[in-house]
């Protein structure tokens, strides 16, 4: 069953830069680009005056966003994005791009994805989104989202994901990070399309990831936040229910996970397609050992007049996770195997 654990170590917050910005690959990294820019020609792609995508670190200006990524290439750059509504996309296969709105909650990119994907389509060494929207997003197979995260690692600050088929969805990468951070998701998740149930948030196979100070609203469909994750810390977000729509997990971590899941607050609505738990913990193949996983300091409620019986945590490993200082409401139990 579950019991008390030694208390894990506490996990830093990474300041808003990438989090392997940090790391010794990361000064490897930039070595090899600041070589590559010595020894390789300059990308061929025509500048535009005036143009609302500025490359900050050559004062260019763009008036496509992929031009903007295109002139970035396999090196390092910032695009700052003017004020507006955009119907663009963009795919970016190499370099590390920072996009970022000029000031934040301005830029929209809506209703437009590349190759039947997403607004953005990454699949570069790495990327950061910083104070963008991202809305009304949807393709043909269900899988419409603001990012579709192929390979490389991602930081996400301040942006928001909204009325679309899913806000991030990945492929799998066992050595890549994942960092979000003050962002909502609302209006996303559908389980409408023969491509199976699309979620707000939807992690396949990565090393790390990290979700804190953030919120997830009015789900549309499937769960609020699935990962296959080896690890993860999820802290300091807000779950809200309440006005969700055939919804399922707050969390659902399918694959077993390690880290925390710490100091969330979640309130469960009337409309679920299932409200047997808020958090489900190896429900799928099993890929990782969720040994030490910490689930503690979190409120956990329904909304209000509501009154039904689930589980806060429902674990299908028998792992030995540890669970502590949890507050929960009437009707709900703190553990179940399953």
Known sequence: MYGRM?????????????????????????????????????TSVSAKSGGPFTITETGQNYDSLQSAVNAIGDQRGTISIAAGTYRQCAVQTAGVVIYTAAEYGTVTFDRTACEGKATLVLRGLGAEVRGITFSNVSVPDGNGAGIRLEKGALNVAHARFQDSQQGILTGNDPTGRIYITRSTFTGLGTCENSAGCAHSLYIGNYGELTVRESRFERGRGGHYVKARSANVVIEDNSFDDAAGSATNYMIDLPAGSRGVIASNWFIQGRDKENYSAFIALGAETVLHSSDGLAVRNNEARFVPGLRRSSVFLADWTGSRVAMSGNSLASGLTDYERR
């Open 6 to 42: 030694v208390q894990l170590p506490s996990h830093s917050r990474p300041s808003l830069a990438l989090r392997f910005a940090n790391s010794l690959d990361w000064v490897f990294l930039v070595l090899i680009l600041g070589l590559a820019a010595v020894l390789l020609p300059a």
